[in-house]
């Protein structure tokens, strides 16, 4: 019986919160914990209790054999998600003699301090934090780390085939080097496809294999709706749009979080249901939830959320889509598709809980489109997204797999530097054994680093003694010397902005002085910016007006977009569609019926202009790009290329060179051509954060790597 061989502690926690019994998932977690020494994969929807299936079989094994350093590591993508952890955590522990401590930028150094004195229980930290400890405290490794027994990472999925998932594999390879220890790692998430990817990625470095029980999910009740709407641009910026008042009768008096794919949407919104809410003399429930909103303005929107029975209304990135426990949520809002089927069911899992309903209303807006518009600029590509995610959810349980990033040379580069500035000097030779013992490198060559080492003593980042050993150089103390060095993702230097002392959240671009802008779901004018200490002092105005960032954009999956074209060809009714949407779906039907698009994917546009429609993801589309730039320029007379990545391409040939453009790429197919040929050696595009420290050979072999995909472009093409 597992709830027997829980703690103690743990089964009271159990009878005193109600529970009837233990979820599968946490059974199934429990059985491998507490009967294997495997790592553990645990993969469920939203909901299902995943977080207590880690820590309860943890916590046991910690309280029955108690460890002489920290004994049990969780990683999580983000503080928000960290703090509520920790709350849910201390609340667990509450009578029991393991200490939990959270660390990250946020928590108090006396906090800190007490674990670094006496280094017991649980960790909670995000990696840049954990990076930050590796270089700082590389002498207490061992004192802190050395009994080290489980290392829980939360949200893989977030982390995966990204270059701070790649961090976080160098780290715990190195504290398994330096301590000597080889802690059972437990990855938790709601939303993986390909089960063996992320096995594979959890397993990375060690001997141990991975379990990932299979549990079966009971049905889940799923309201969905999708609804299209025309954005009339000659409306009164004073009126509300149609589009504006059914998202203010969809979340009006309730539990409502809304999703947008960019800051600008969020607070857009907010700010039109504030003044529809005041119109109508009701109470100001809203909030914004984002990256450049104060941390204190954020706490707030998720208290708002929590707090029962109080309708609230939260807009948000992604910074709301990870398990952050917000309560009893009565619906969720998406504006535009999701990128992806996996974040569509991070997004439907927020709402749901509680054995309900999971309801989610996907609202698409888009300019009318005049009559004699081309035909892509006819397409409405948003509306086939979201019926494409939705449709690749229902009937395959389809979500993207996740690929590993091969030359991760900006995390090359950090961990290069991590390591010289953690142990002070080391020789090259020990420092490449350092460098290729660390998995997410396995793909880089002894050249290859040995050209970057010299790059790097070049350009003063590391400098060579007389004893032959490296140190950091003078250019290089000013790159490590700064806390941003701890995170492998780009920090924009945005400029606070503050209304008297307290902070309202930040922007990339000061307005000049007068200017009016949003930000939090209000409008602020500028009353003075201090450039020097990157500050702006505003002062709340009434009216609307806007603030614009550059908007994240990630990749599209190519299944997505095939079945955005199945969408369009096919003669079949989704019950979901409500009655705006049904008719543009229907009436784009038509339109690509009399265009021919069922047939071809080049179609002719006015004179001496066509459209490619490649059905294929972010990537190959990219890849078709390059294609056309490299090897058509000249045969096929092309003038100019254009589109939308993905959705479509178009094209300015020649005279009488149309007919010649699909047996000329058809033909390009059929060649030995591979990615590096579409990247000329003048070219190193920096893409990532520390790029620009990188030699420009590597950069151009790093993008052709992981940005193209040659292979696959062939084999849609072929198909065409």
């Not at 961090?167 to 504290?175: A, F, M, Y």
């Not at 990375?204 to 029980?213: E, L």
């Not at 889509?321 to 009565?330: A, F, K």
């Not at 002719?604 to 056309?628: D, H, N, S």
């Amino acid at each position: 019986m597992t709830f027997s061989r829980l703690a103690p502690f743990i089964q009271e926690y159990i009878y005193h919160h109600n529970w009837t019994e233990l979820r599968p998932v946490q059974l199934a977690a429990c059985q491998v914990i507490f009967d294997t020494d495997a790592h553990l994969l645990v993969a469920a929807a939203t909901a299902a209790g995943k977080t207590e299936a880690a820590f309860l079989p943890v916590l046991t094994l910690l309280h029955e054999k108690p460890t002489n350093t920290i004994g049990a590591l969780y990683i999580g993508p983000i503080k928000a998600l960290i703090n509520d952890q920790f709350e849910r955590l201390n609340d667990l522990l509450k009578s029991a003699n393991l200490p939990v401590y959270h660390w990250h930028g946020d928590v108090a150094q006396s906090r800190k301090n007490k674990l670094l004195k006496n280094p017991q229980g649980i960790l909670q930290i995000t990696p840049e934090s954990l990076e930050s400890l590796l270089i700082n405290k590389h002498n207490d490794l061992r004192r802190l780390f050395g009994d080290l027994r489980f290392v829980i990472i939360d949200e893989i999925h977030a982390f995966m085939g990204s270059e701070r998932g790649c961090q976080i594999i160098c780290q715990l390879q190195r504290l398994a080097n330096l301590t000597q220890t080889q802690p059972r790692r437990i990855g938790l998430s709601a939303t993986l496809g390909d089960y063996s990817m992320a096995e594979e990625w959890l397993r990375s470095g060690t001997d141990k294999p991975v379990i990932t029980p299979q549990i079966t999910a009971g049905k889940r009740q799923i309201k969905l709706a999708v609804e299209h709407f025309y954005l009339d641009n000659e409306v009164d910026e004073f009126e509300a749009t149609a589009y504006e008042k059914y998202v203010f009768n969809l979340s009006k008096s309730r539990k409502c979080l809304i999703f947008a794919n960019n800051r600008t949407q969020t607070e857009s919104v907010i700010a039109s249901l504030r003044r529809i809410a005041t119109e109508q003399a009701l109470p100001d429930i809203y909030h914004v939830h984002h990256g450049s909103i104060s941390a204190s303005l954020r706490q707030a929107a998720e208290n708002a959320m929590r707090e029962p029975n109080n309708p609230a209304v939260t807009a948000a990135t992604l910074t709301l889509e990870l398990g952050i426990d917000i309560g009893h949520l009565e619906r969720v809002i998406q504006l535009e598709s999701p990128l992806s089927v996996a974040s569509f069911l991070q997004r439907l899992g927020r709402s749901g809980r509680r054995g309900e309903a999971a309801d989610m209303r996907f609202v698409c807006a888009e300019n009318q489109p005049l009559a004699e518009a081309p035909l892509p600029e006819q397409i409405p590509w948003q509306l086939l997204q979201c019926i494409a995610i939705i449709q690749l959810y229902l009937e395959e349980r389809w979500i993207e797999p996740i690929k590993p990033v091969q030359y991760p040379l900006s995390l090359l580069y950090h961990q290069t530097m991590s390591i010289l500035a953690a142990t002070g000097k080391i020789t090259p030779t020990a420092l490449a054994k350092q460098i290729f013992n660390l998995p997410p490198f396995a793909a880089i060559s002894p050249e290859d680093f040995k050209l970057l080492l010299r790059y790097l003593i070049d350009i003063d980042h590391i400098q060579q003694t007389e004893q032959g050993k490296l140190i950091i150089g003078l250019a290089g103390e000013k790159i490590v010397g700064k806390f941003q060095f701890y995170a492998v993702f780009a920090d924009n230097q945005e400029y606070a902005v503050k209304q008297g002392s307290t902070e309202i959240g930040s922007i990339a671009m000061p307005p000049p002085v007068g200017n009016q802008f949003a930000l939090a779901g209000r409008t602020w004018e500028v009353i003075e910016v201090d450039f020097k200490k990157k500050i702006i002092l505003v002062k709340q105005v009434a009216g609307k007006a806007t603030i614009y960032w550059r908007g994240g954009s990630a990749n599209i999956h190519t299944r997505v977009l095939q079945r955005m074209r199945q969408i369009l060809l096919e003669d079949v009714e989704y019950s979901y569609l409500q009655n705006n949407a049904y008719k543009r779906l229907q009436k784009v039907r038509q339109i690509v019926q009399k265009a021919g698009l069922d047939k071809h994917n080049i179609l002719q546009l006015e004179k001496g202009k066509c459209c490619i429609f490649p059905w294929m993801g972010t990537v190959a589309y990219r890849t078709l790009e390059r294609l056309l730039n490299s090897f058509c320029r000249e045969s096929l007379e092309i003038n100019s290329i254009g589109g939308v990545n993905p959705y479509y391409l178009t094209i300015k040939l020649g005279k009488d060179k149309f007919k010649d453009l699909q047996k000329e790429l058809i033909s390009l197919c059929e060649q030995r051509i591979t990615a590096e040929d579409l990247v000329s050696s003048a070219e190193a595009p920096e893409l990532q954060k520390y790029d620009q420290f990188i030699p420009h050979s590597l950069l151009s072999k790093a993008f052709a790597r992981d940005y193209l995909d040659i292979v696959e472009l062939k084999q849609q093409i072929l198909r065409w």
